[in-house]
Nanobody
Framework: QVRLVESGGGLVQAGGSLRLSCAAS????????MAWYRQAPGKQREVVAT???????NYPDSVKGRFTISRDNAKNTVSLQMNSLKHEDTGVYYC??????????????WGQGTQVTVSS
């Protein structure tokens, strides 16, 4: 069994910063793509950052230059540094990972989500 557990959400003023972290644990053989998604009230879930096992990152234009994703392959963790936060960054942030388990299953796992609220 595999779990993804996020931490680091909270309330911050516009222009401020937050750092989210996500730790994967359980019967993990390897982790390929890791990502952060967010979902604002009344909107669809959207990707905000991805990172390959080799460290290649990708961001949508809405967060490029403000958000930075990083990972520690040895610890099976992924983080999201969010700077210059805007009110529109408010939402529930989810960690996501493409994991191959020790049983040989390849599954896309989600964390439980962490709330980020940016006050304007």
């Amino acid at each position: 069994q595999v779990r993804l557990v996020e931490s680091g959400g909270g309330l911050v003023q516009a222009g401020g910063s937050l750092r989210l972290s996500c730790a994967a644990s359980g019967s993990i053989f390897s982790i390929r793509l890791m990502a952060w998604y967010r979902q604002a009230p009344g909107k669809q879930r959207e990707v905000v950052a991805t990172i390959t096992s080799g460290g290649t990152t990708n961001y949508p234009d809405s967060v490029k230059g403000r958000f930075t994703i990083s990972r520690d392959n040895a610890k099976n963790t992924v983080s999201l540094q969010m700077n210059s936060l805007k009110h529109e960054d408010t939402g529930v942030y989810y960690c996501n990972a493409d994991i191959t388990t020790r049983d040989g299953l390849s599954v896309r796992y989600w964390g439980q989500g962490t709330q980020v609220t940016v006050s304007s």
